[in-house]
Each structure stands twice: as C-alpha cells, then as structure tokens.
C-alpha cells in the first residue's frame, strides 16, 4: 500500500525499497513497463499530495505462494476510475535486506459503474 502513497511515489529511493530490481508492470493501458521506466514515470504519476485525488484501495487479499513470495490483489478507486490489481511479491535475499519487494504487477481497469465485483 505504502507504493500508493504520493509520498512514496515522488521519491526515487522509497519507492526503489519497494521495488525489486526485476520489476515488470502491465499497466491498465496493456503498457509493459520495465524498473527503469518505473521508477522514472513514478513521480509524474504521484498524484495530489493534499487533499485531492488518491488512490483509495479496497478489497485487498494476500496469499502465500511459497516460501518468501505473496500473491497480492486488490482494487484501487482514483478520480473515479477503478482499477482491479495484482502483484507477486518476492522475499529479497538476506544480504539485500530480506524485505518483501514487488516483482510484478497487472492493473486491469473496470469498466462502467456496473463492472463485476
């Protein structure tokens, strides 16, 4: 959730913690999207730091795949526009930090209102 975060977004370092570093994205848009071009388009994507748009999640489900890897979904509301969303998240080796990072993501867009749960 903290990779939602305006705060976290802008920040080329707290969002590289969170990213592991054979991070791929398929966008909403079916855009893939490598590390580099990840973290060079987080800022721009930040969103309002104040009281404007945010994402706001809902619906969030972790489960575990094996040893050190979680499966995360999720649905994200922003400017009215909902997004259902996943990530695999890997455990980084001891000597990285042993923190969980995510390795992949999907954001599917809902269409309309009325989209499916």
């Known amino acids: 959730m903290r ?3 305006p705060a976290v977004r802008s920040s ?7 990213l592991d570093p054979e991070f791929t994205e398929v966008g909403a848009s079916g855009r893939r999207w490598t590390y580099e071009e990840t973290l060079a388009a987080l800022p721009d994507m930040a969103g309002d730091t104040g009281d404007g748009t945010h994402y706001r999640p809902s619906a969030v489900t972790g489960t575990l795949l094996a040893p050190g890897v979680v499966h995360l979904t999720f649905e994200t509301v922003r ?5 259902r969303r996943s990530s695999l998240w890997r455990r980084a080796p001891e000597a990285d930090g042993g923190r969980m990072r995510m390795y992949y993501h999907q ?4 269409p309309g209102e ?3 749960p």
């Open 12 to 18: 080329r370092p707290l969002a590289t913690a969170l």
């Open 107 to 110: 954001a599917t867009p809902v």
């Open 114 to 116: 009325d989209g499916q």
């Open 3 to 5: 990779l939602l975060d």
């Open 79 to 83: 400017d009215g526009h909902r997004a």
